[in-house]
């Protein structure tokens, strides 16, 4: 059976202690509910601190971003290894601003997936079509693109390593959430597609998560549809409040 996830990406906004207050204030509130994994990804300096903070409290901690190398001279990177050695749980690679901003193109977003899952670390794994494409009809097209220069160059999927985010750039910080019926519509073509690809077995069990303004008054509608397997949650995950909101929504 496929897992539901909540993960919050805390992306460039809080500082340690506001981190460490974050995690705090989480915990009071958090009931754990064994159904639904529960993810924070904080910025890297704060990584060890707030893994250390989430030990025992079955909240998994994400990094934001990882190297596509193991080792060696790559001023200012961070590889798997550094990750694992202080507990973290897994990466979100391929997010759109990582696209946008640090011009991450699909080879390069391959290599960081491929090198994450060889070494047994677990993927967030972001896709989702811009405005233009989603207004031109061509959001289907698009996604189906991202995924096949990605994920469907690997050979051997394991799901309990692979997690799919479907994030509509559109959505992303604009506080417009893609409808019910339209993230219904969207994840069964990627699970349609990972079937494809891969059999109906690892489709059924590979979560496909949304992102893109959940707020916890929108969280349920879209967590109900039968291919939504959770949520990516951005603004929302910096308040405490929301966030366990959200996760207490599926
Ligand atoms: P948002 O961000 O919830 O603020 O739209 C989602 C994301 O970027 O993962």
């Not at 996604?143 to 050979?155: A, D, S, Y």
């Not at 990972?194 to 690892?202: A, C, D, V």
Request: aromatic share 8%; charged share 30%.
């Amino acid at each position: 059976m496929r897992k539901k996830i909540v993960a919050g990406n805390w992306k460039m906004n809080v500082d340690l202690s506001e981190s460490i207050d974050l995690i705090e204030s989480i915990k009071k509130i958090y009931d754990h509910n064994p159904d639904v994994e529960v993810c924070i990804a904080p910025s890297f300096p704060f990584l060890k601190q707030s893994s250390e903070l989430c030990q025992g409290e079955k909240i998994k901690v994400l990094a934001q971003n990882v190297n596509d190398n193991l080792k060696g001279a790559f001023t200012g990177e961070v590889s798997i290894d550094m990750l694992k050695s202080i507990n973290v749980d897994g990466v979100i690679i391929g997010h759109s601003e990582r696209r946008e901003y640090y011009k991450e193109d699909d080879d390069l977003l391959f290599r960081k997936l491929n090198i994450s899952l060889e070494n047994d670390f677990k993927v967030y794994f972001c896709i989702g079509e811009s405005l233009e494409d989603r207004d031109k009809n061509n959001h289907f097209e698009k996604v189906k693109n991202q995924l096949e220069k990605t994920v469907f160059k690997i050979n051997n999927l394991y799901p309990e390593n692979l997690v799919i985010a479907y994030e509509p750039i559109w959505a992303i910080g604009t506080g417009l959430t893609a409808s019910p019926e339209q993230a219904q519509e969207i994840h069964k073509y990627i699970r349609n597609l990972l079937s494809e690809r891969y059999g109906k077995n690892i489709a059924d069990n590979t979560s496909i998560i949304y992102g893109g303004s959940v707020k916890p008054n929108s969280a349920r509608e879209i967590f109900e549809k039968e291919d939504v397997d959770g949520g990516l949650i951005g603004g929302a995950s910096l308040s405490p409040q929301d966030f366990i909101d959200i996760v207490r929504s599926i």
